[in-house]
Every structure is written in structure tokens, then in C-alpha cells.
């Protein structure tokens, strides 16, 4: 099934997979636009119970989000700015508290926006020639969609700190050396790479992905002993379920299991 939304972006779900194709030639900007119609799309995806991945792309081989549309800078003011940018942080952030696992398959360049949306995602691959940054220093601006809090998360200061304040991309075999993808593919098959991992992640039980996911993401941002509580909590829930017997029991008997998501 495939579905055009506002004309932006395509809306395509196989089974319990969904994957969200970012389309605005020619290089898939981030506009006022484009933002809303993800953002229409993640409330409509959180309502499928049956979800149990979500893949973002970019339509092309040429970009993934090559940063906002630079003409929003020119009709933004100081109070504007901060309003557009909170708005934008809230649907990034919307896509890191998804309720189950989210890929980034990155098919060119990532850049600026790009590169934020990317870095809420759980898992980020890439083509071969993708090319990663966050230039907006270059502009006299900043990343304002969450980059200056999640990448220094996500790597050492020093190597965040180099990439924010030099401005300069990097390519993806670099990318994946510092940590910042979980593989590189040949350019053209990172949607089919992001889709054999999807197929992998929702041959699990469905109720223990989603607690997964949530321990993993307001786990991290708790103090230690309470994201273990937390943890604890959560696995209590999933030992009143159904589905973890049957994981059990189809361990024993050395058969797949049935999960009924109950």
C-alpha cells in the first residue's frame, strides 16, 4: 500500500512495517510543509498497534534531507525562529519516542535537518556515498532540530564538537567509523538493507519490542538506578503477557514462536 501526503512525502506499509519516503525535489528540504506532513503521518502510525517498525528514506539516490529550506531563514525573526524551532524539535523528537524501532536509511546526503531527523532515529545506514554534516554554522545560523544535544550524546565531545563547529561533511565510511551509522551499503540498496533488517526486528515478540524500546529510550534519560526500576518495571509487565510463555515454550520444544502481541 502507498499513499501521497500533501505531495511530500509517500506513506508505504508491508505488513507490520511502514516506511515514510521523505519526497520534496530535488533534495528532499525540510520546510514548514514537509515537517507538518511527517508530522501528521508519525500520529497516524502511533495509532497501528500492529506496527512494529518504521523505516525513513529519501525519495532519489541524490539526497536523504539535505538540511531546511533555506528560504525559511529569510522570512524568520527572533521570536519566529524559536517558535518554528520548538515546533520542529517536538516532531524530531516525536520520531525518537516512536513506539517501536526506527531506521534511518540514509540514501545520499544528511545534512543539517537531515542529519538531525537521522540522529532520532535508532538506527542509522547509509549508502556508500552519502555524505553526512551539520553546515549551519556556515550560514552564521546553528542546528536548531536537536543536533547540538544528540550528537555529542551520541559520540565523543571532541569528534561532535569538531563536526558542529568546522561545519564540514563527512562521508559515510568515516560516519561509520566514529559510530555514527551501523553500516554502510553499496549506493542503491540501503532501502533494501533497512528492510532486511526491519523483517529481523518484527520476527520478535511485539510486546517486548515495544518495552525495548522504551526502556532503552526514557531509560537513557534517567539517573542509572532509577532507568533500572524502570527496566524492572517494565519486565514485570511482559511476565504477565501471554506471548512470553509461548517464547518460552517454543524454546523448549525448538519451534518458532506464535506471538499474539496479548
Do not use: W
Not at 502507498?2 to 521523505?22: C, P, Q, V
Not at 517536538?90 to 544528511?110: E, M, R
Not at 545506514?125 to 549551519?136: D, I, V
Amino acid at each position: 500500500m502507498s499513499k501521497k501526503n500533501d505531495n511530500l512525502l509517500r506513506l508505504e506499509k508491508e505488513n507490520n512495517i511502514a516506511i515514510i519516503t521523505i519526497d520534496n525535489p530535488p533534495v528532499n528540504a525540510l520546510s514548514i510543509y514537509t515537517l507538518t506532513a511527517i508530522n501528521k503521518v508519525l500520529d497516524k502510525l502511533m495509532e497501528d498497534n500492529k506496527l512494529m517498525a518504521l523505516i525513513i528514506t529519501g525519495a532519489g539516490e541524490k539526497a536523504f534531507i539535505a538540511g531546511m529550506d533555506i528560504n525559511l531563514i529569510l522570512t524568520l525573526d527572533k521570536d519566529s525562529a524559536r517558535s518554528t524551532m520548538l515546533q520542529s524539535q517536538a516532531i524530531i523528537q516525536k520520531i525518537a519516542d516512536f513506539p517501536v524501532p526506527t531506521i534511518a536509511a540514509i540514501n545520499g546526503v544528511a545534512l543539517g535537518g537531515g542529519l538531525e531527523l537521522a540522529l532520532a532515529c535508532d538506527i542509522r545506514l547509509a549508502a556508500e556515498n552519502a555524505r553526512l554534516g551539520l553546515p549551519e554554522l556556515s550560514l552564521g545560523a546553528m542546528p536548531g532540530f536537536g543536533g547540538t544535544q544528540r550528537l555529542p550524546r551520541m559520540l565523543s565531545l571532541g569528534i561532535a564538537s569538531e563536526m558542529l563547529y568546522t561545519g564540514e561533511a563527512i562521508n559515510a565510511e568515516e560516519a561509520y567509523r566514529i559510530g555514527l551509522l551501523n553500516r554502510v551499503v553499496p549506493a542503491g540498496q540501503v532501502l533494501n538493507e533497512a528492510m532486511q533488517l526491519a523483517r529481523k526486528i518484527v520476527t520478535k515478540g511485539p510486546l517486548a519490542l515495544r518495552a525495548a524500546k522504551r526502556a532503552v529510550s526514557f531509560g537513557l534519560q534517567l539517573p542509572l538506578r532509577d532507568g533500572l526500576t524502570f527496566e524492572a518495571e517494565l519486565i514485570g509487565q511482559l511476565y504477565g503477557t501471554k506471548d512470553i510463555k509461548e517464547g518460552a515454550k517454543s524454546f523448549l520444544e525448538k519451534r518458532p514462536p506464535i506471538f499474539c502481541g496479548k
